[in-house]
């Protein structure tokens, strides 16, 4: 064996954090500052101890060793550097924000240094400390950081490293006292983890797997695409999430392109990764030749064709050649699963529409290249793709200052730029926000009846699909103020639900309006809502008083107001790596949003959330609340006068907790929200969303319906990084 490293056990794992608590106020206590110097002093010694590194990395995880001195420890390296900076800027460009407290870190084989530097340089900037664990098969690196971190001093206990299995990964996701779980791996794990941290109100982030495509245009400078092919997939030997795994190439080109890529896998070597003249190295482990060897041979048995060729004769090891795969569709095994190997399937298309539909036909979203030289083509494909980035003639492009992460079942949050910073803060808790929960209100007799046959209607309706409907049950609740009937609210269920969702699914044209179009939709809302006060007014007042109800209508429309302002202002950045070219960080709807609107304030509450929402582009299928589910009513007959498109917003009144629970298990609901659900709430409809990894936004103590600011925005979006060079 290579070495032998410590089984690591919960009790260990407890001394780790206990460590880490005890480190952590006088790493606060040092300041940006203070942080800063640390950072830089890592940064220095890795570079120091790069050949080291390099060697290291490449015996025991078999890639090449061109790769981790040419990628790996470069940007680890990179990454530290670029934290440093931001440990030093931090209090002037996220002001209002904190550190987590100790954070728990777990990353896979494929790539063990960088993720490492992924994972601790933005904590440490952020004054958190850390409880490392690195994979079981690839430990060694970790190891020697730890000597480094002692060699430049770094305080004990700001970073702890814990080796061993799967043991200890639960052990640190389980901990009661890590305030955020950071975890890199399969989406099997990644699903785990959710579900153990489900309402432990732990901040998770999730960078999973990939089924990437990489798309080839009829314009393409196709030997350009064939080595942007061969870095992708057969880099690191096809052991990336990333990897380009599906060729997607337009019909008219797919026999030239094929012809030059097969030349070009024979002359890929495959062998000893120390020798400096390798392409390719081993598999990680006996345990991963065979699963890839698996996907191959069970294509074969559907059909498949599969080629297989490089410079060489295999050596004796966990090798395994660069491999085409041809006469695949789309439900093909090894076209919807993730092989992790160098692996390569090829389908063709007609039209740039059909590329799209290919390429989004996958239950993951992390990344995609797109190969055109009609730059024009290029940009109009990039921001179509379900995927966190987007590599337009180029593939496999990291740096620090640029946001890494993926979309679906590829997992959530980002690594990397500053989106990836903000997963390690929280907001500073200040005695203003504490003060502004608004007051309970007195709630309002209620009682659930069904529809009496020859009735004259009076109930109210749900609104869904921009039209009132009556709900699928024939249940109507009345609303009681002392002796007074206010009204009948409907009662929705989860058929409702289920309409909701597919109306605001079809309502994709309200993201692809302009900023300055949903702007002035959010302006008109407000407009109307003015011109409604009395009513609206009237019916606020049977929950708080005419004071509360005025004070909540006007909060509406200033929050209104709020929002249409940022719609065309909350926009994403361009970065300028150290490449020639540029990043544009795109800020993207997230798609279809559940949201429990809170239960005081029925009014602003609901509009606290749904306004944000729908100025990033999203649609939204919303459970106003049950103090006053009547305002939704009142609520749908402006939407109908404001030219809000139907199915943006979607209401359906009703028992929250089991309409709650339809909405975070719903497969096509992207996101939910419900910032004032209780710890158990949260942990149930945390653990229901499992589903499809969609994000969650709960049982959040800082949320108050009179935030106006970037913090309910940044949950409305999602950050794709488009990678764009020139000059090449």
């Known amino acids: 064996p290579l070495a032998k490293i410590a089984q690591g056990t919960p009790a260990l794992v407890e001394q780790a954090v206990a460590a880490a608590e005890k480190a952590l106020p006088g790493w606060q206590a040092l300041g940006g500052h203070g942080r800063a110097k640390h950072l830089y002093a890592l940064a220095r010694a890795l570079q120091k101890h790069a050949r080291l590194f390099a060697v290291l990395e490449t015996l025991d995880n078999g890639k090449p060793i061109r790769e981790t001195r040419d990628a790996d420890v470069p940007l680890a390296v990179r990454h530290f550097y670029h934290h440093a900076g931001w440990a030093q800027l931090l209090d002037d460009e996220m002001p209002g924000h904190e550190a987590l407290g100790v954070v728990g870190q777990i990353v896979p084989w494929n790539f063990p240094l960088l993720m490492l530097a992924w994972k601790i340089a933005p904590a440490l900037a952020c004054g958190n400390t850390v409880v490392f664990k690195p994979a079981e098969q690839t430990s060694i690196t970790a190891l020697l950081f730890a000597e480094i971190c002692t060699e430049v001093g770094l305080p004990p206990g700001v970073v702890n490293i814990v ?141 498949a064709t599969v080629h297989q060729a490089c410079a060489n004769t295999l050596p004796e090891g966990c090798f395994f050649a660069p491999t085409l795969v041809t006469g695949v569709d789309t439900a093909s095994e090894i076209v919807q699963q993730e092989v992790f190997g160098p692996v390569l399937t090829v389908q063709t298309f007609r039209t740039p529409n059909e590329a799209v539909d290919l390429a989004n036909h996958t239950r993951f979203g992390l990344a995609a290249c797109v190969w055109s030289e009609s730059i024009t083509l290029a940009l109009e494909i990039a921001p179509r793709l379900k995927a966190g980035v987007v590599w337009v003639n180029t593939a496999n492009q990291f740096d620090a200052a640029c946001g890494f992460g993926g979309y679906r079942e590829s997992g959530f949050g980002r690594e990397g730029g500053r989106e990836g910073l903000r997963e390690y803060l929280k907001p500073r808790a200040t005695a203003a926000r504490k003060a502004a929960a608004a007051p309970r209100a007195a709630a309002l007799r209620q009682a659930v009846v069904a529809d009496e046959p020859g009735a004259i209607d009076r109930t109210a309706k749900l609104y869904i699909g921009g039209k009132q409907v009556r709900p699928d049950g024939g249940y109507s609740r009345e609303i009681w ?92 950045a361009v970065h300028q790596p150290p490449m020639h070219g540029v990043t544009l960080a795109l800020h993207e709807a997230i798609g279809t949003i559940g949201l429990i609107a809170p239960e005081r304030q029925p009014l602003l509450g609901l509009v606290a959330l749904l306004a944000p929402a729908i100025a990033m582009g999203n649609r939204v299928v919303a459970v106003p609340s049950p103090l006053q589910p009547l305002v939704a009513a009142d609520l749908y007959q402006v939407l109908d006068t404001s030219d809000v498109p139907a199915g943006v917003v ?14 975070a298990a719903h497969a096509e609901v992207d996101a939910f929200w419900w910032p004032d659900a209780t710890a158990a709430q949260a942990k149930r409809v945390e653990t229901l969303s499992v589903s499809n990894l969609k994000r969650t936004w709960v049982a959040d103590g800082s949320f108050a319906t009179t935030a106006t600011g970037r913090g309910a925005l940044e949950h409305a979006v999602q950050v794709k990084n488009v990678w764009v060079p020139y000059g090449v």
């Open 481 to 572: 103020a002392g002796k007074r009937l206010l009204g009948v609210a409907p009662e929705g269920n989860r058929k409702d639900i289920r309409n909701a969702v597919e109306a605001a699914r079809g309502a994709t044209g309200w993201e692809r309006q302009s900023a300055h179009g949903r702007a002035q939709v959010l302006y008109y809302l407000a407009e109307n809502l003015q011109a409604q006060r009395a009513r609206f007014v009237e019916g606020l007042a049977a929950v708080g008083g005419a004071a509360a109800a005025e004070a909540e209508l006007q909060g509406c429309i200033e929050r209104l107001f709020s929002f249409a302002a940022w719609a065309d202002k909350f926009d994403g």
């Open 163 to 303: 080796t061993g299995d799967g043991e200890v990964g639960q052990a640190i996701t389980a901990h009661p006292r890590i305030a955020k779980i950071a975890f890199t791996g399969s989406t099997e794990v990644g699903r785990a983890i959710r579900q153990a941290t489900a309402g432990s109100g732990k901040k998770l982030s999730l960078e999973l797997g990939g089924k990437s495509p990489f798309i080839v245009f009829a314009d393409a400078d196709l030997d350009a695409a064939v080595e942007g092919l061969v870095d992708s997939i057969f880099f690191n030997q096809g052991q990336v999430c990333c990897a380009g795994s599906r060729l997607l190439v337009h019909e008219g080109t797919a026999e030239r392109l094929l012809a030059k890529l097969k030349a070009r896998m024979a002359k890929i070597r495959v062998g000893n990764p120390l020798d400096k003249s390798t392409d390719m190295g081993a598999l990680v482990d006996r345990t991963q030749l065979a699963r890839v060897g698996g996907f191959v041979e069970r294509a074969k048995a559907e059909g």
């Open 650 to 663: 979607n209401l359906v009144p009703g028992d929250r907790d089991a309409l709650a629970d339809t909405l």
